[in-house]
């Protein structure tokens, strides 16, 4: 890893748990310029206001006052340009979708591993590196190419994007990264071959693709009139692998004469996550959380509540006679259940509460920041969403009944969780298809 990069940066970070702020503030000081710290969204807005210096943004997501993904919205209106990482255990599509509209440069998932953050931190600065030092290069590309092909091909090669400089007319200097993903030796390889980087376009649902650059135009002008947002592409790797990259066009002296294009790896933001930490939290059925990741969410959820009295309320719900929908209509049927609830209960709830298939037929909804009235109508909400389904794979109507608790002062991790299995046993000891609270 290039650390040099990171040397003259100032970073504003932005994380409410004390205990990792300190650390990991206290690692990061020891190789950039200067560390600005808030404890929320809402004070790290206020900070990166008051810091005009700030290059680097790293924070996390759910946060008392504000989130991290609505302080970096908040920012992006004034500033489209700073990178931006994000620091989180999340991996819900809706999540990712946010990050990328917000123009995510990367994201670590927690609990942190320190290396893969700094990776990710020098990943999002590099191109504004790169422009930096290509300005400070100060001469004219078309006039003194020569020059200054060897600082900037230094540069460039530096560089763990695939980068090439372009007049827009034809192609002027490209990368070391950009030589191996198109396969060729060099430039003059490139041009010989007469290869079409529009060629490597592959189609992917609502980004930018092929198609749209079919029109006989210069497919960089077309790049420019897009959204930053919509500046994405997917292309296939020589061998084979499907890559997702978001493209930066970089009017490299203001003239509309050069400009600096490079392309952004962002598979791994737009995954949930790797196979193996997937698999490992959650449920192959459903696609929910399952225990083991509850428990690591739910203690953390509790210490929050603790510390900032911001009502957690907890759900719990169970399929009213699934054992005997199972005897009738077989297993597998069973399982098409299972998974349209989970469907149901993510298309009823807030993108930062979490779902947890609990065991069997249960599952169980944490709502942070919710009272007890709120998660009551949630739960009615998701009880009559239950009632209401329909779907050709499912011979019969199912119904579920609730249980809903709040975390009390008194309550801990035990106890609040057998209130509301009491609640439950209730609702289902008073004829099932209700919600109860406790």
């Known amino acids: 890893m290039n650390k040099e990069i990171l040397k003259n940066i100032n970073v504003l970070y932005v994380e409410d748990e004390?205990?990792?702020?300190?650390?990991?503030?206290?690692?990061?000081?020891?190789?950039?310029n200067k560390v600005i710290v808030a404890e929320n969204g809402k004070e790290g807005l206020e900070?990166?206001?008051?810091?005009?210096?700030?290059?680097?943004?790293?924070?996390?997501?759910?946060?008392?006052?504000?989130?991290?993904?609505?302080?970096?919205?908040?920012?992006?209106?004034?500033?489209?340009?700073?990178?931006?990482?994000?620091?989180?255990?999340?991996?819900?599509?809706?999540?990712?979708?946010?990050?990328?509209?917000?123009?995510v440069s990367a994201y670590a998932m927690k609990p942190i591993d320190l290396y893969h953050l700094i990776e990710s931190m020098i990943k999002a600065v590099e191109p504004i590196f790169l422009r930096k030092q290509l300005e400070n290069i100060n001469i004219n590309l078309e006039n003194k190419v020569e020059e200054a092909t060897r600082q900037t091909k230094s540069i460039l090669d530096a560089q763990d994007n695939i980068v090439f400089l372009t007049n827009l007319e034809q192609i002027i200097e490209v990368n070391k990264k950009f030589l191996e993903f198109f396969n060729v030796h060099s430039l003059d390889d490139f041009l010989e071959k007469k290869?079409?980087?529009?060629?490597?376009?592959?189609?992917?649902?609502?980004?930018?693709?092929?198609?749209?650059?079919?029109?006989?135009?210069?497919?960089l002008l077309e790049i420019l009139e897009l959204n930053e947002v919509d500046r994405v592409v997917k292309m296939k790797t020589p061998q084979g692998e499907d890559k997702v990259f978001t493209v930066n066009v970089d009017d490299y002296e203001n003239k509309g004469e050069h400009y600096v294009v490079s392309f952004t790896d962002i598979t791994e933001l737009k995954e949930k996550s790797n196979l193996l930490e997937y698999q490992a939290t959650h449920d192959h059925l459903t696609g929910l959380f399952n225990r083991q990741k509850f428990n690591e969410i739910f203690i953390k959820e509790i210490k929050r509540d603790k510390r900032y009295d911001n009502a957690l309320?907890?759900?719990?719900?169970?399929?009213?006679?699934f054992k005997d929908f199972n005897d009738n209509f077989g297993h597998a049927t069973g399982d098409e259940v299972l998974k349209a609830l989970a469907e149901i209960v993510l298309n009823s709830v807030r993108e930062h509460d979490t779902i947890v298939r609990w065991g069997g037929e249960e599952f169980l909804v944490l709502l942070p920041q919710t009272e007890l009235e709120g998660a009551k109508l949630v739960a009615e909400k998701i009880r009559v969403a239950i009632e209401k389904y329909e779907s050709p794979k499912i011979?019969?109507?199912?119904?579920?009944?609730?249980?809903?608790?709040?975390?009390?002062?008194?309550?801990?991790?035990?106890?609040?969780?057998q209130k509301v299995d009491k609640a439950l046993y209730i609702a289902k000891s008073n004829g099932k298809n209700q919600v109860v609270s406790n």
């Open 18 to 32: 004390q205990d990792v702020r300190e650390f990991t503030s206290k690692t990061i000081s020891t190789i950039v």
């Open 395 to 417: 011979p019969s109507q199912i119904t579920a009944s609730f249980g809903v608790s709040k975390l009390e002062k008194e309550d801990d991790e035990v106890s609040i969780l």
């Open 313 to 321: 309320s907890v759900i719990i719900f169970d399929i009213d006679n």
């Open 195 to 219: 290869i079409s980087i529009i060629s490597k376009f592959e189609e992917e649902g609502g980004l930018f693709n092929k198609k749209s650059l079919d029109k006989g135009y210069n497919w």
């Open 47 to 103: 900070k990166f206001q008051e810091n005009p210096d700030i290059n680097l943004i790293l924070t996390d997501i759910n946060m008392p006052k504000m989130g991290g993904l609505e302080m970096c919205a908040e920012i992006r209106k004034t500033d489209k340009e700073i990178p931006i990482v994000i620091t989180s255990a999340h991996s819900d599509p809706n999540f990712l979708k946010k990050a990328i509209d917000v123009n």
